[in-house]
């Protein structure tokens, strides 16, 4: 039954690898063909603050601003009851938004708008190249973190796995055009952490199979070192998957970009871990004799 398993997962991971390069391309085309819809976190906006109803609810409010604005416009509660913070794009030139007052009138909820001011943006274009190449900076030290913790054909395929759930990630967000603010990135940074915790897991128990079984095939060890750590990945999936999709319905529109990217994330990476992260050191050619000792020369 072992023997059955081991063959038919050889199988299911070439599989999946293959899904997984057609995955990367499409998410890479979306990202060059649309772009992201950035958020406002990133073009500067405008800040409405209004007082009403206090029984009226940003599912009310949202729609009747949409369809006013002609835009997403996003509805933060306030520290105080009835109060709303609206946040929407500044009107291109000739163009005059409607009144609020009137925008919201079939609420009945006796609207007043208390301040409206006009917001740069939070991340400029300084902030955004540096932390780029902060980014790229993480990814190579990572890179040779892992190339001396497990030799370089084993880091290679989890850092291809990392850039697996990243591009994947985004390319959702190019791809239906979803709001790309501060909160998503923080949780594409999220999934940087989270996916390398579960690729240096199976990546570890591949190099102790290597030099326990030195004369096993390398697609059987692999193959083993995922039905060793199948239990844990799925345990610890699971359980982060209940909390983001508790995040996710109940967490309302302002973490919903954060809960979509998390739980696509989370997906990926246990997704990848598996077929990405053990494929690409099979294809470079990664041997037993990369963790044994080597033989000492005698002297003559």
Request: negative net charge.
């Amino acid at each position: 039954m072992k023997n059955w398993i081991i063959t038919h997962l050889t199988k299911l991971r070439y599989m999946t690898g293959i899904v997984s390069i057609a995955l990367m391309v499409i998410s890479i085309s979306f990202i060059c063909l649309r772009g992201f819809n950035w958020g406002l976190d990133f073009t500067g906006g405008v800040v409405s603050e209004i007082q009403m109803n206090s029984q009226i609810t940003s599912s009310e409010i949202e729609p009747l601003m949409d369809a006013g604005f002609k835009q997403d416009v996003m509805a933060i509660a306030a520290d105080e009851p009835g109060r709303w913070i609206l946040r929407y794009a500044v009107p291109p030139k000739g163009v005059t938004y409607p009144d609020i007052i009137q925008v919201l009138e079939p609420l009945h909820a006796q609207v007043q708008v208390l301040n409206t001011s006009i917001v740069g943006p939070q991340v400029g274009a300084e902030m955004a190249s540096q932390g780029g190449l902060a980014l790229l900076v993480t990814m190579l030290c990572i890179l040779g973190y892992l190339s001396y913790r497990f030799e370089w054909r084993l880091a290679a395929g989890a850092l291809l796995a990392l850039m697996h759930d990243v591009i994947l990630a985004v390319g959702f967000f190019a791809m239906t055009q979803m709001e790309f603010n501060l909160t998503v990135l923080a949780a594409i940074l999220a999934i940087l952490g989270y996916s390398l915790n579960d690729s240096i897991v199976i990546a570890d128990r591949i190099r102790e199979l290597l030099i326990a079984k030195p004369k096993q095939d390398i697609e059987a060890t692999n193959n083993e070192a995922i039905i060793a750590t199948f239990s844990r990945t799925m345990v610890t999936s699971g359980t982060t998957l209940m909390t983001i999709s508790s995040l996710w319905l109940l967490g309302g529109a302002s973490l919903q970009g954060f809960s979509i990217a998390m739980f696509i994330g989370v997906l990926t990476g246990t997704w990848s871990s598996i077929s990405v992260g053990t494929l690409l050191p099979e294809f470079l050619g990664l041997k037993p004799e990369h963790y044994l000792p080597k033989p000492e020369s005698q002297d003559p």
